[in-house]
């Protein structure tokens, strides 16, 4: 059955998306900033190492369905925070209890402030909310809401 999934082209992320869909929208090195950024919040949050993977999955697929409009630090943080909850949702245990929206909007507001007082207002904290959510939203309707194709973690 894995098998057959894994063979599934919708299912995973065309090789050459950062080429094709995106266009040069995205490079590498962007990707890569965006993986890492990805995985701290996956580590801080104490989420199992399926969840990371899942995560980046998700976030590829995404990139090889739609083209990017922004390409800006914060929705591209947005977007993969969303990716990170979606993936927890899908494979944690009591997930909401671990990581939930709030959480991961403070993650993104605080990746962008700058010097040692900056603090989010709690209406930039209420707008990145909404942001991720509709990012999750648009992230899970470009996958058609199939969450569950194996990743290189399956097989390990």
């Given amino acids: 059955m894995l098998r057959a999934m894994e063979q599934r082209a919708e299912d995973q992320p065309s090789p050459d998306y950062l ?11 962007a990707r890569a900033s965006l993986v890492r950024f990805m995985g701290r919040i996956a580590w801080v949050y104490g989420l199992a ?16 369905a739609r083209p990017l409009r922004d390409v ?7 977007l993969g925070a969303a990716a990170v909850f979606a993936a927890a949702k899908y494979e944690e245990q009591g997930a909401t209890q671990k990581v939930n929206a709030t959480l991961l909007a403070e993650v993104c507001c605080h990746c962008r402030l700058r010097g040692p007082n900056s603090a989010p ?3 930039t904290l209420d707008a990145a909310k909404r942001a991720l959510l509709d990012a999750e939203r648009v992230l899970l309707a470009a996958l058609g809401h199939r969450l569950g194709a194996p990743t290189a973690f399956t097989f390990v």
Wanted: charged share 20%.
């Fill in 19 to 29: 080429a094709t869909t995106q266009n040069g929208r995205m490079v590498p090195r």
């Fill in 49 to 64: 190492p399926g969840t990371f993977h899942r995560a980046v999955s998700y976030f590829d697929r995404f990139l090889s």
């Fill in 72 to 78: 800006g630090r914060r929705s591209l943080h947005i």
């Fill in 121 to 123: 207002t709690q209406e």
